[in-house]
């Protein structure tokens, strides 16, 4: 599959906006592409049962339950947080996750931090026989590679890359498949500098990349009005929605620096658009409570 491009002026800067939130109607962006490669795996090693790991609003958790729909897996989340067990249809990411097939599995924060822990793993094993797991986010080896694919040689007359980070699995494809003349910006979604570090255990393939960590808007998940705003306004002037996780704030920080003259007017910027457009309904869901106005 491919995606579109799209090509919008700001401040007298060109940005491309790859629209890898249309690769695929229900796993979309870049967990389309950290899939790809797991789903291989597990068919050649004969598993049925794909387990993975995710929160109340994850995009990952959507994207694994559409794909074990597709692909013939069965699936299996581990959800961090007890309290979610009774309001599954309160959720909308965990109720499409359900139409899709998938399995709840609710465990405590205390419970899902240990998810790594060979321990845990082994008490899922012998609860749910072989499974193939998939990682928190899906980034791992394979995810990388499949994340190698998003550019095509068509980008490579770009400058900048630039993409949200949230494990940093999708940046260090980009990091591993550019060029070596192009520059790849990575606006993290969290808060803190720890994700640079994390990238680094990713790749080694080049230095081209940096980490800009200004625009999290208080930390994973969390919005204001401005970027809500934002994100209402950009779709009405360029008809692109965006997600207020990761590209909501990935493309307002590009805009931003673009108003601060922080790129040179020559300077050809590739945006990736990786999806998580499902996350907007539960995000209105909190607005709506709040009385606040909503993602359009």
């Known amino acids: 599959m ?17 629209r890898e939130d249309l690769l695929h109607p229900t796993v979309s962006g870049n967990k389309y592409r950290k899939l790809k490669y797991n789903l291989l795996e597990a068919k050649k090693l ?47 990411t965990l109720s499409y996750a359900r139409e899709c097939g998938m399995h709840f599995e609710f465990v405590s924060r205390e419970q899902y931090r240990r998810k ?10 012998e609860k749910f026989g072989g499974f193939y797991l998939i990682p928190e986010g899906g980034t791992n080896e394979l995810a990388i590679k499949g994340c190698e694919e998003i550019l095509m040689k068509e980008d490579a007359q770009f400058d900048t890359i630039c993409v949200s980070v949230g494990t940093g699995g999708t940046l260090a494809g980009l990091i591993n498949s550019a060029t070596a003349k192009q520059q790849i910006l990575g606006f993290s979604a969290l808060k803190g500098s720890f994700i640079i570090d994390e990238v680094k255990k990713l790749t080694t393939r080049r230095k081209n990349w940096t ?37 909501g704030k990935l493309l307002y920080g ?11 007017k020559d300077n050809k910027i590739l945006v990736i658009h990786t999806g998580g457009l499902q996350g907007i309904a ?7 409570r709040q009385k606040k106005p909503l993602i359009v």
């Open 2 to 18: 491919k995606s579109s491009n799209q090509s919008i002026l700001f401040e007298g800067v060109s940005v491309t906006v790859k």
């Open 46 to 92: 004969q598993k049925d049962t794909l387990v993975t790991f995710g929160g109340a609003f994850s995009n990952h958790i959507a994207a694994v339950a559409a794909a074990g729909k597709e692909f013939g897996f069965k699936t299996i989340g581990i959800i961090r947080g007890e309290e979610l067990k009774n309001k599954i249809s309160d959720n909308p």
């Open 116 to 125: 790594t822990d060979n321990s845990f793993i082994e008490k899922l094993q």
């Open 211 to 247: 980490i800009n960590t200004d625009y999290h808007f208080g930390g994973y998940g969390k919005i204001n009005d401005e970027l809500i705003t934002f994100i209402n306004e950009f779709k009405l002037h360029t008809g692109i929605p965006l997600d207020p996780v990761y590209t």
């Open 254 to 264: 590009i805009v931003d620096l673009a108003k601060k003259k922080c790129f040179e």
């Open 282 to 288: 539960g995000v209105n869901r909190k607005l709506e």
